[in-house]
C-alpha cells in the first residue's frame, strides 16, 4: 500500500541534505554507467572478434602443403610439398569421425565474359562440403553438388559481385559464362560475408577445375570440419594426419614448414577464453565501483540515522516497531540507489547507443550494445545495492532505546 506520508518524509530528507545526496546519487550513477560502457565495450569487441571467424567453420581443419625445411630420407629441404585428391580420398577415408569437407584448388585472375561484359576474378575448384566450411550463403540457385563432382560437369556458382558486373540485374541462373574461354553454365549466385573479394569468387566442381584448368592434378588444400568432437580429440587427430601424411607424402613429420594443419577449433578456444576472460574483468571492475558507491549510501543514510536519533525516539515511544523504522530507512536507501543507478544504466545505454550509430564498420569491434538480460540484471544489482546500503543504518535505526533518543539533544 503507498504510503504518502513515508514518502514525504523521505523527499524532506533529500531536500534538508540536497548536496550530500547529490554526492552520492552521482557516485552510484557513474558506477553503474562505467558498468555498461564496459560491458557494452566488452560485447562490442566480442562481436567484432566473432564476425571474423563468421567467415569460416571454427570446428574445423584446414591442410594445406608446404616446403620442407628438414632433409627426410635422402630428400634435401626445399622441396615442396604436393598433394591429390588420392590424398583428400585418404584422409576421408581413414578419419570418417570427420563431417562435411572438402579439397580446394586455388586459381587466381581467371577471366569471366558474358556478352560484351568480362572481368578478372578468382575461381576455386571445390566439393560440395566447401558451402558450409566457408559459410557461404546461396542468394539464389543451388551450389556445387556430389553430381556436379563425379561427372565433371562444367557448373560455376558466382559471387553476387560478379552477378552485378556481368549481369547487370538479369538473373543469371541458366546462363552461360565464359571462364578462360570454356563455356560454363550458371547454376548459383553466392555471397560471402568474409570480404568483397569472396563476393568476386566463381566455384566449379573441383574434378573440372584439375582437368580443365590444372596441369598436374594438384590440390592446394583439404578441409574438414570436426562436428562436436572435443578439443583435445581435434588435436589428437591433427597430430594423426600429420603423422600419415609425412608417410604419404615423404617428409619429415616434425618438419614445421612441410604441412601446415590450422585447427581452428584451438584459434576460436582461445579467442573465446580471452574475451571471456574480459568480460569477468569488466563485470569485476564495474561491480567494485557500484561498491564504492554503495557504500557511500551507506554512510549517508548512517547520518542521517544519526540526525534523526530524537525523532526515531519519539516514533518508538509513540508505538513505531522496529519493523517500521527499518523499512523507512531501507525504502530511502532503496529509492536514492535504484533512481540513480536507473540514471546512469539510461545515460551508459544512450552514449552505446548514440556510438553505435555513428560507429564506421570495423573489423574488430561492432555494435558495442548491452543485452536486456544485461540491464534486467543490473537493476536487480541496484535494488539488491540499496537495500544492503539501508541495512546497517536501518539496523542501527531500529535499535534506538527511546529514552536514550529523547536524552540525545
Given at each position: 500500500?503507498?504510503?504518502?506520508?513515508?514518502?514525504?518524509?523521505?523527499?524532506?530528507?533529500?531536500?534538508?541534505?540536497?548536496?550530500?545526496?547529490?554526492?552520492?546519487?552521482?557516485?552510484?550513477?557513474?558506477?553503474?554507467?562505467?558498468?555498461?560502457?564496459?560491458?557494452?565495450?566488452?560485447?562490442?569487441?566480442?562481436?567484432?572478434?566473432?564476425?571474423?571467424?563468421?567467415?569460416?567453420?571454427?570446428?574445423?581443419?584446414w591442410i594445406r602443403a608446404g616446403v620442407t625445411s628438414m632433409e627426410y630420407e635422402g630428400f634435401k629441404p626445399g622441396r615442396r610439398v604436393r598433394m591429390t585428391l588420392a590424398d583428400y580420398a585418404y584422409v576421408l577415408q581413414n578419419y570418417p569421425m570427420l563431417e562435411h569437407s572438402t579439397a580446394r584448388y586455388n586459381m587466381w585472375g581467371a577471366s569471366a565474359t558474358y556478352g560484351n561484359d568480362y572481368g578478372s576474378y578468382s575461381l576455386r575448384g571445390v566439393h560440395p562440403g566447401h558451402l558450409i566450411l566457408e559459410k557461404t550463403d546461396l542468394l539464389s540457385g543451388r551450389y556445387i553438388n556430389q553430381t556436379d563432382v563425379d561427372s565433371e560437369r562444367k557448373v560455376v556458382v558466382i559471387g553476387k559481385l560478379i552477378s552485378q558486373d556481368l549481369f547487370k540485374g538479369k538473373n543469371p541462373i541458366g546462363e552461360y559464362i565464359l571462364v578462360n574461354d570454356?563455356?560454363?553454365?550458371?547454376?548459383?549466385?553466392?555471397?560471402?560475408?568474409?570480404?568483397?573479394?569472396?563476393?568476386?569468387?566463381?566455384?566449379?566442381?573441383?574434378?573440372?577445375?584439375?582437368?580443365?584448368?590444372?596441369?598436374?592434378?594438384?590440390?592446394?588444400?583439404?578441409?574438414?570440419?570436426?562436428?562436436?568432437?572435443?578439443?583435445?580429440?581435434?588435436?589428437?587427430?591433427?597430430?594423426?594426419?600429420?603423422?600419415?601424411?609425412s608417410e604419404r607424402l615423404q617428409f619429415n613429420p616434425n618438419d614445421p614448414r612441410a604441412l601446415y594443419v590450422n585447427n581452428n577449433n584451438v584459434e576460436f578456444a582461445k579467442i573465446m577464453s580471452i574475451l571471456q576472460g574480459i568480460r569477468w574483468f569488466v563485470w569485476i571492475i564495474g561491480v567494485f565501483t557500484i561498491v564504492a558507491?554503495?557504500?557511500?549510501?551507506?554512510?549517508?543514510?548512517?547520518?542521517?540515522?544519526?540526525?534523526?536519533?530524537t525523532e526515531i525516539g519519539v516514533r518508538k515511544a509513540l508505538g513505531a516497531t522496529p519493523v517500521s523504522i527499518i523499512a523507512l530507512v531501507l525504502q530511502e536507501s532503496v529509492f536514492i540507489t535504484a533512481l540513480s543507478g536507473y540514471l546512469g544504466l539510461v545515460a551508459g545505454v544512450?552514449?552505446?547507443?548514440?556510438?553505435?550509430?555513428?560507429?564506421?564498420?570495423?573489423?574488430?569491434?561492432?555494435?558495442?550494445?548491452?543485452?536486456?538480460?544485461?540491464?534486467i540484471n543490473a537493476t536487480i544489482v541496484l535494488v539488491v545495492a540499496g537495500a544492503i546500503a539501508g541495512f546497517f543504518p536501518a539496523r542501527k535505526a531500529a535499535s534506538i532505546k527511546p529514552i536514550e533518543a529523547l536524552r540525545y539533544e
Open positions: 500500500m503507498f504510503d504518502l506520508d513515508k514518502w514525504q518524509e523521505i523527499f524532506s530528507t533529500i531536500r534538508k541534505n540536497k548536496l550530500r545526496t547529490l554526492l552520492t546519487g552521482f557516485s552510484v550513477a557513474w558506477g553503474i554507467f562505467m558498468l555498461v560502457i564496459l560491458l557494452g565495450a566488452g560485447n562490442g569487441l566480442q562481436n567484432g572478434v566473432s564476425g571474423e571467424f563468421n567467415d569460416d567453420a571454427t570446428n574445423s581443419l570454356v563455356p560454363f553454365k550458371v547454376v548459383g549466385v553466392s555471397d560471402d560475408v568474409g570480404s568483397e573479394w569472396e563476393q568476386r569468387m566463381m566455384y566449379i566442381p573441383i574434378t573440372t577445375a584439375l582437368r580443365v584448368f590444372s596441369r598436374n592434378n594438384h590440390i592446394d588444400q583439404i578441409m574438414f570440419t570436426t562436428g562436436e568432437l572435443p578439443l583435445e580429440k581435434t588435436e589428437e587427430i591433427r597430430e594423426m594426419i600429420i603423422a600419415d601424411l558507491g554503495v557504500v557511500g549510501v551507506s554512510n549517508i543514510m548512517m547520518i542521517i540515522v544519526k540526525e534523526r536519533t544512450g552514449l552505446l547507443e548514440l556510438v553505435n550509430s555513428y560507429l564506421p564498420d570495423t573489423p574488430m569491434f561492432e555494435n558495442p550494445t548491452v543485452e536486456i538480460g544485461t540491464a
